[in-house]
């Protein structure tokens, strides 16, 4: 990935803000702590460079467990897409 994109900045709401400046440049301002939301997962934050957006690094196969694990990110990659969906 690097070999395209280079070293890309992590977006600001995973940033540790230990300074006023950094809090006030919105350094982790917008952080959700997954846990702490409906349904355990905020399906609207974005973890990755915006110039990578989602990716996907794992895809399950049709057998087994994977099945159900892929049925499950499935339904995860719905939600995201509809949480960033503008209203």
Known sequence: MCRKT????????????PTKLMRDLGYGGKYQY????????????QCFPDALG?????????QGVEARIAEK???????????KKPE
Do not use: C, M, W
């Open 6 to 17: 280079g070293s890309l900045p992590v977006p600001l709401a995973l940033r540790n803000a």
């Open 73 to 83: 990110l499935d339904a995860i990659r719905k939600h995201r897409l509809a949480a």
């Open 34 to 45: 997954d846990p702490d939301v409906a349904g355990g997962i905020a399906f609207d934050q």
């Open 54 to 62: 989602e990716r996907q690094y794992y895809q399950p196969t049709t």
